[in-house]
């Protein structure tokens, strides 16, 4: 990753405080997301060792320079508080509402990790092949940690991803389905999330699973592009949900890089398969054949890549796509 300059440096960390807060910020500005719990956004905080203090040579000046590096912060994190409450507000305010009897599907991607560039193309892709082929066209948003989308996208944080489900919850109505497409490194029951190179809390299996209840989400399809991503299952699993994972709970997915378009399990699913297909099982069958092969091919231990669908879900999904074209259009 191209190290960041002093002053960029200071403005991502700038950012970084700034983004807990995000949660109030939003909420009063009537996007539709209830505000943030005060320990939800707190969460959100960086995790950053306590710096050790210097010995002052005299307190006088100690005293002038904190107060002007605090000066210098409060105005940084202003500017950034403010764009973030405008583009998370702006994108929720593109959400379409529901129309009544004609059930749709909605997209919510979440890029977690802004050390690669592979994860925020990936989000975007999956964005494009489900308003082309499943007809979530302005029904969609996309939350990215990457540094060079910070004045056009919202960040990815468990804080706005709350709040987003929580503003696209109330655009939708009881018949339509979410599609959460979530791309990062993962570990067992979490998913990293980092802005430049400061992590922040990770993104974690029992937190998400309350998020989309505490949203009123009933219909969910959760796919997560991540090493260890089968450790989601448990706790995401109902009757309501249908969830595709790029790993088994104990093995890594692979296809990681800078600059790359897709990992493995996204290219497979989301540049392949789902251009072919509109059912999400055969899709996934064919995703998952196509990387083994390709782990095979490569040497690599095979990620085994997992699905999960509730009795309930099919319905639900069904009931969207027999009223769409072969392109994702309306009948």
């Given at each position: ?6 002053p ?15 949660a ?30 210097a ?23 202003a ?26 599907f ?37 939350l ?22 929580k ?5 939708m109505g009881?018949?339509?389905?979410l599609i959460?497409?979530?791309?990062s ?33 009933q219909?969910?399809?959760v ?14 699993a ?29 290219q497979a ?7 072919r ?11 998952a054949?196509?990387?083994g ?36 259009r309306?009948?």
């Amino acid at each position: 990753m191209t190290p960041i300059a002093g002053p960029c440096r200071n403005l991502c960390a700038a950012l970084l405080v700034a983004l807990p807060l995000l949660a109030c910020a939003v909420g009063s500005e009537q996007t539709g997301a209830a505000a943030l719990a005060p320990e939800a956004a707190a969460a959100d905080t960086p995790r950053t060792a306590k710096p050790r203090a210097a010995k002052p040579q005299s307190i006088a000046p100690q005293r002038s320079a904190r107060e002007a590096v605090r000066a210098l912060d409060q105005e940084a994190i202003a500017a950034i508080f403010d764009r973030q409450r405008a583009l998370l507000k702006r994108a929720l305010d593109g959400v379409a509402p529901s129309r009544p009897g004609m059930p749709e599907f909605y997209f919510i991607g979440f890029a977690g990790d802004a050390s690669e560039h592979v994860f925020l193309n990936e989000a975007r892709a999956a964005e494009d092949v489900f308003r082309r082929r499943f007809g979530s066209g302005g029904r969609s948003l996309v939350l990215a940690n990457n540094l060079g989308t910070a004045k056009q996208l919202p960040k990815a944080t468990a804080s706005t991803l709350e709040l987003a489900l929580k503003g696209v919850a109330a655009k939708m109505g009881a018949e339509d389905v979410l599609i959460l497409y979530v791309t990062s490194h993962g570990w067992r029951r979490r998913i990293s999330v980092r802005y430049g190179r400061v992590k922040l809390p990770s993104l974690r299996a029992r937190e998400l699973r309350r998020m989309l209840d505490d949203a009123g989400i009933q219909n969910r399809v959760v796919l997560l592009s991540a090493c260890y991503s089968g450790s989601f299952i448990p706790a995401l699993a109902n009757d309501n949900t249908l969830i595709m994972t790029a790993a088994a709970h104990n093995r890594v997915s692979f296809g990681c890089g800078h600059d790359g378009a897709f990992t493995y399990f996204g290219q497979a699913l989301i540049g392949e398969a789902l251009e072919r297909e509109t059912s999400f099982a055969r899709a996934f069958r064919g995703a998952a054949r196509a990387i083994g092969k390709r782990e095979k091919e490569d040497g690599f231990k095979p990620s085994r890549p997992q699905f999960f669908q509730g009795t309930k879900i099919g319905a639900a999904i069904d009931a969207v796509q027999s009223r769409l074209g072969p392109r994702g259009r309306d009948h």
